[in-house]
């Protein structure tokens, strides 16, 4: 258990200093599974970002796959603590990614073995739709949402971050 939720399993990090200004968490865990679901990878991350992906695994991502495929055996991770700028361009400011409060989600598999991705599955049938929904339930658990119809740098994964915006959640 991290970040005093059950449903959440990994370890403490602690500090994680950042390469360039902007950069670090202060306290940062690596989740493996989340609400009995495995990540792909270990996700770097700080306790609010954890726990505001457990919520959106649980309230979003479960109810819409369902019992498709016997439900989600794992989620495909494609970055969480990067330092960074955003997008990877040059001189742009600090992606949340830098500061621990930025996970990016590119697909999932099923229980049956079928895996789904975003680059795949987006706009496709009954995966197609179980994405959509996915994408508008993460709107206001994470402040910042993105996906495929975003932008030309989110075509292939879900990028959600715990950055609060004045006008309230910014899901595109």
Known sequence: ?????????????GEVPGGITGCGIANAVRLHEVNGVRLSTG???????ARAFGT???RGMMPAVGNQGGGVQSIRVAASYACRTRNHQ??????????GKAIDVSGYSLRDGTEV?????????????????????????????LG???????????????????GGPYCR
């Open 90 to 99: 040059p001189g742009a400011r600090i992606s949340e990614h830098g500061r």
């Open 117 to 145: 991705t975003v680059l795949r599955d987006w706009g496709a049938g009954r995966n197609g739709r179980a994405l959509r929904q996915m994408h508008r339930a993460a709107c206001g658990t994470f402040g910042t949402v």
């Open 1 to 13: 258990m991290v970040c005093k939720d059950p449903a959440l399993r990994g370890e403490v990090v």
């Open 43 to 49: 996700a770097v991350v700080d306790c609010p970002t």
């Open 56 to 58: 959106w695994v649980e």
């Open 148 to 166: 495929p119809e975003s932008d030309r740098f989110h075509q292939d994964h879900f990028h959600f971050d715990t950055a609060r915006h004045r």
